[in-house]
């Protein structure tokens, strides 16, 4: 489903502690249909895991899984015993690193607690995450953007990172340059400011604006600005309320009327943690 919608998604392996050779042609025999089209990645824990703590083991895995694919480098999901990955490993494999500053609930962070901290690519930042009304759910953060997830799960396809997009035909009678710079995006998901300054050559962050006035605090549906202020139209003060029904959620019951998620507000305070009942008020 999530192939079929357009998601990158991924899938990995639990290390076992068997042979290592053995568990690699078992983990491709039954997902080769997906490799080159996710991530793929093993997961090296001490549960259950009688060779943990032996590379040797994990490096004998990767490389059975690259010969097996003609080249793909699984990622290693694992704790925070990063500091200890030998420098082989990190320097051929990425890294996906569980580490959580606490085991409270928590909605979407865009740079969570000691985030790169190991140099990996990707960090699990939560166990007890909640995303509308699912909960307790892991929640992770891609330390790049798709063409560079595309890379990761095919190697030889080609991704490469987007072009800049190309300067407007100014027409015969030049009109005054608009104070934003020009440069008006409305944020899908999975983008970011960084990837947006990558995509249009637009420097420095600073100059890049939100509705919500933090650089790293925007959601899918806002309008970001670079060069100027906000050119997002002010939704009506007096404001709309909802209660949440299954299946609702903020984004939607926003955007139906016209405000920017970060306009909304929840019970919990945190806008990406709601629940059946709960009152939402945009203004």
Known sequence: QAQASGKRFGLYHYAMGGNPETEARFFYANTSNYWRHGIVALDWEMD??????????????????????????????????????????????????????NMSPTGYQANPWMIGAYGEAMRQYSGTGVVNTWSPIDLNVFRGDAWQWDLYANPTGGSAPPAAPAAPVQPSDPQPTPSTGGISHVMQW????????????????????????????????????????????????????????????VWDFATSHGYSVSRCTVPSGNINVYYVGDVVTCR
């Open 190 to 249: 999975g983008e970011t400011i960084w990837g947006l300054a990558v995509a249009y050559n637009a420097w420095p962050l600073s100059m890049w604006h939100t509705p919500s006035g933090d650089i790293n605090r925007y959601y899918v549906g806002d309008v970001v600005t670079y060069g100027g202020g906000s050119t997002a139209t002010p939704a009506p003060s007096t404001g709309v309320s909802k209660t949440l029904q299954w299946g609702d959620t």
């Open 48 to 101: 259950d895991n009688p060779a943990w703590g032996n590379w040797d083991w994990v490096r004998r895995f990767m490389a059975e899984c690259e010969r097996l694919s003609g080249g793909v480098r699984p990622l290693l999901y694992t704790g925070p015993v990063a500091g200890t990955i030998p420098q082989d490993i990190r320097d051929r494999y990425g890294l996906w690193i569980a580490q959580y500053a």
